[in-house]
């Protein structure tokens, strides 16, 4: 059984640019969820997609988007990035159905500076 | 609006001094209360899901219960290896599959 990856693991911006960030779900999962986590807190909720459809969307600005592709990998992407940007990104996989548990496994993470 | 809170932020324990981590939590209905490790720099590693209340786990040093407004996870005779940051989250029964995290509680062993 394969886990979540994350590419790259680092990653160095400066504001105003725009960068994504990938993920390969956990083999058998459909969902996946980006979070983002600053220093000290508690993951962020940004958007889940179910079946490359968009599931559900945390309190993000527009410039955050995402895709997920037949194979249930998924991309993120930020517009114009501010300082505050900088932060763990963090993808996880789950399989959302009716016999499901809806546990989400967690990858490794990116970590996004922008400068 | 679902919420979480843990405590304490922060613990520092003697190696083989257990104690017990709190996880508060107010939703609409729980569908599952999910706690994770996570070290570091790295991605959250999960540990427990518990459904319902009376519920418990465990796995190896760690021991997870619940109630219905707060779940307790009890390190038994920690070791060194076991300082690491203690997630907890809440999913609710009303439709969404979205966790909401706490912050966590950072656990230092020390030897």
């Known amino acids: 059984e394969t886990g979540v990856t994350q590419s790259p693991t680092h990653l160095i911006k400066t504001r105003g640019q725009q960068v994504t960030l990938r993920c390969s779900s956990q083999?058998?999962?459909?969902?996946v969820s980006w979070y983002q986590q600053a220093l000290g807190q508690g993951p962020q909720f940004i958007f889940q997609?179910?079946?490359?459809?968009?599931?559900g969307r945390g309190n993000f600005p527009p410039r955050f988007s995402g895709l997920q592709f037949p194979n249930y990998s998924s991309e993120l992407n930020v517009n114009a990035l501010e300082l505050d940007d900088s932060a763990l990104y963090l993808c996880?996989?789950?399989?959302?159905?009716?016999?499901?548990?809806?546990?989400?496994?967690f990858g490794p993470g990116t970590r996004l500076t922008v400068l | 609006e679902d919420q979480v809170t843990q405590s304490p932020e922060a613990l520092r324990l003697q190696e083989g001094e257990s104690s017990s981590l709190n996880c508060s939590y107010t939703?609409?209905?729980?569908?599952?209360l999910f706690w994770y490790r996570q070290d570091p720099g790295k991605g959250p590693e999960f540990l427990f899901t518990?459904?319902?209340a009376g519920e418990e786990k465990e796995k190896e040093r760690l021991k997870a219960t619940l109630t219905k407004k707060e779940s307790f996870l009890h390190i038994t005779a920690p070791k060194p290896e076991d300082s690491a940051t203690y997630l907890c989250?809440?999913?609710?029964?009303?439709?969404?599959?979205?966790?909401?995290f706490g912050r966590g509680t950072s656990l230092i062993v020390h030897p």
């Open positions: 989250a809440v999913q609710d029964r009303g439709g969404s599959y979205i966790p909401t």
């Open positions: 939703v609409s209905g729980l569908r599952g």
């Open positions: 518990l459904y319902s």
């Open positions: 997609y179910y079946r490359e459809e968009e599931n």
């Open positions: 996880a996989s789950s399989q959302m159905g009716r016999d499901s548990t809806d546990t989400q496994y």
């Open positions: 083999s058998g999962h459909n969902t």
